[in-house]
């Protein structure tokens, strides 16, 4: 029924790492961009990082020099790399991609999330 699945969610400590991973569907016609956003608890959602379908990269702030966004065998699967892990990353991690419906249409497309949880 989605059109991105992640997985890679899952408890890690302070200083460490998770992986996340996102698939999204073949029947998406055109991905431009994917990302992560996140929403901690209680908070509104925020982006994480994207990449573009040519490599370019964007960071959050919060996260620069920890996580790194990169593309997985095409441009249609995506994983973070979430290092120096702190219990403020604690969130659902959403990933997102934008698909180049038509020349002047954008679809926007969002995995279910998961659950990343940064404790001691």
């Known amino acids: 029924q989605v059109d991105l699945v992640e997985s890679g969610g899952g408890l890690g400590q302070p200083g460490g790492s998770l992986r996340l991973s996102c698939s999204a569907s073949a029947t998406i016609y055109n991905i431009e961009t994917m990302g992560w956003y996140r929403q901690p608890p209680g908070e509104q959602r925020e982006l994480v990082a994207t990449i573009t379908n040519l490599g370019s990269t964007n960071y959050a702030d919060s996260v620069k020099g920890r996580f790194t966004i990169s593309r997985v065998n095409n441009k249609n699967t995506v994983a973070l790399e979430m290092n120096s892990l702190k219990p403020e990353d604690t969130a659902v991690y959403l990933c997102?991609?934008?698909?180049?419906?038509?020349?002047?249409?954008?679809?926007?497309?969002w995995g279910q999330g998961t659950q990343v949880t940064v404790s001691s």
């Open positions: 997102y991609a934008e698909e180049r419906y038509k020349p002047y249409i954008i679809r926007d497309h």
